[in-house]
């Protein structure tokens, strides 16, 4: 545990620094350091865009409906509401959904097993971790990972799968499931999979963050690789002119249609008792606001936005699992100050210790993707959806065009 923090303390440096958020000769000279570890960095991205886009690298069609959601940038954007979205709309309309998920930060198998499937055929390699079966829920948050855990838990009836081969994992989903539509959450960067319809995600508070690829920055591929993209939701919007920065997009982009969305506020929850409260229960009240996500300024000034009053904020790195200890402190200062209740997210509650005597309710923020702008472009990116047939995709092969223009 104590490894675990002090990695910690060291992921939050570099993202302050990245971000820019910290000053001073140390930091001054990382930056520095990454910013020419960007340049090869750059390299390697190209390079294994070229290998796919050669067909050198081994891509596989797996014959039904395969939808990514995905980003340019590393964390941010509000993905896991996206890929909400998609798999309730889809599941309306009468497809069997199966979410796939390489379930970042959750624990892996042990190594030799590891080793061991590397050199194994595909389909004799273990299978996937099963989140959901539709069914019941069938791990833990630490077992699968906080995203997965989440969307396992909020769709009752979609599958949800944890592998970082999301081959594989669309395999099992197929054969063992009979599921026809497969949602790949974070997928851009997921080659090995074609014929495919990708929504590309884009932060109206910051599209490409400072330009720079990673390390030095947080762009995962040069914002020219939007042009992969089928639609583009604009996410955190608040309802303003975004003509400018459609512009922009545009630049990159000629075909794709635009949503403008938001992640709107429902109620809140008890993390632990699962009591409801309404949104004016807020009003007024003295909180403590507790993180572990890419940005957690976003929520805090959400928070504001609805009418706390913010006393105390404590924000760990992105996905950190919370201590009883961490908590216990977090208790007693937000106690001492005044506090009557303790917020965080949704994501990080899934990460929160079973606690038994809690001086403080703990409440999460529930929150979905309301589309400000662009309804109809969304419906029609449903309709094209659930119309899948081999011929939506077939003519992007030949053109090297995305499939749903």
Known sequence: MASNRVFDRLEQFGVDVIMERRWGFRAGLFRFFLWMLSGLYRLGVRGRLWWFETRLGSVHALGCLVVSVGNLTVGGTGKTPVVELFARELTRRGRKVAVLSRGYKSQPPPFPQQLVDSFRPLELRRPPRVVSDGRSLL?????????????????????????????????????????????????????????????????????????????????????????????IFITKCDGRDLSELRAELRRYNRHAEFVECTHKPLHLEEVFTHEVKPLSFLKDLRVGAISGIAKPESFEEGLKKLGVELIYSRRYADHHRFSEGEIAKMFE???????????????????????????????????????????????????????????????AQATGEPALT
């Open 139 to 231: 791990l833990d948050s630490e077992m699968a990972g906080d995203e997965p855990f989440m969307l396992a838990s909020n769709l009752k009836e979609v599958l949800v799968l944890v592998d970082k081969d999301r081959v594989k994992s669309g395999l099992h989903a197929i054969r063992k499931y009979n599921c026809d539509t497969l949602l790949l959450d974070d997928g851009l960067q997921f080659l090995r999979l074609k014929e495919r319809i990708d929504v590309v995600l884009v932060d109206r508070e910051s599209p490409f963050a400072n330009r720079y690829l990673l390390p030095r920055g947080l762009l995962r591929e040069p914002p020219e690789q939007l042009c992969r993209a089928n639609i």
């Open 333 to 395: 200062r937000t106690k001492a100050r005044g506090a009557r209740a303790v917020i965080t997210t949704e994501k990080d509650s899934v990460r929160f210790p079973r606690l038994g005597k809690r001086p403080l309710p703990v409440y999460f923020l529930r929150v979905e993707i309301d589309i400000l702008r662009g309804h109809d472009a969304f419906e029609r990116c449903l309709d094209k959806m659930c119309q899948y047939d081999e011929s939506i995709s077939a003519p």
